[in-house]
């Protein structure tokens, strides 16, 4: 069992910036990938961003936000981050982090791969 508390949401201006953090807890969280995806209004949950388990590992990214977020995982802290740069109004949605406990190295870009999730933190995004 993985359990996911994500944080660091909120509203802020186009062009700003914000953290997200996901805090995970239960089975050894240097041990798995972890992916985030979020999910605007009326549409369906999307990839976002993933890495593999190392601190330093593999990372993916949507080519929605490649070159402005940016994942990265403290294991010791059994936390992965999601630093959001140039927000775009399109950014806004609630953001899930996820667990693919199966997987240590290739993070996947499908949902369908990640086994645990968090319930979501919201980010909007004014123009």
């Known amino acids: 069992q993985v359990q996911l508390v994500e944080s660091g949401g909120g509203l802020v201006q186009a062009g700003g910036s914000l953290r997200l953090s996901c805090a995970a807890s239960g089975r050894t969280f240097g041990s798995y990938a972890m992916g985030w995806f979020r999910q605007a209004p009326g549409m369906e949950r999307e990839f976002v961003s993933a890495i593999s388990k190392l601190t330093s590992g593999t990372t993916n990214y949507a080519d929605s936000v490649k070159g402005r977020f940016t994942i990265s995982r403290e294991n ?52």
């Open 76 to 127: 010791a802290k059994n936390t992965v981050y999601l630093q959001m740069n140039s927000l775009k109004p399109e950014d806004t949605g609630v953001y899930y982090c996820a667990a693919d406990t199966a997987t240590s190295w290739n993070p996947p870009r499908n949902q369908r791969e990640y086994d645990y999730w968090g319930q979501g933190t919201q980010v909007t995004v004014s123009s």
